[in-house]
């Protein structure tokens, strides 16, 4: 995301976290708090690939439901 943001893009549509085994799965806290700040009143939208191989597919408004802006 940092990357993105260097290079001039300011939008999140999906993300893809890698875990240490290899497989899919949330990101962590720090991750998904600074894609709520950086897409403030958008970050509903935001599609995160929890599990490929079982195509589950969370919105971050799932992973964050009370956040508190």
């Known amino acids: 995301m940092f990357n993105m943001i260097t290079n001039g893009d300011n ?3 999906r993300v893809l976290a890698i875990m240490p085994d290899g497989k899919t799965g949330a990101p962590c ?3 998904r708090e600074f894609m709520a700040q950086l897409m403030m009143g958008k970050y509903h939208d935001i599609e995160i ?3 490929y191989q079982h195509d589950r597919i ?3 408004d799932e992973l964050l439901p ?3 802006l």
Do not use: F, N, P, Q
């Open 11 to 13: 939008e999140i549509r």
């Open 29 to 31: 806290g720090a991750c």
């Open 49 to 51: 690939m929890l599990d």
């Open 58 to 60: 969370v919105t971050l």
């Open 66 to 68: 009370d956040w508190w």
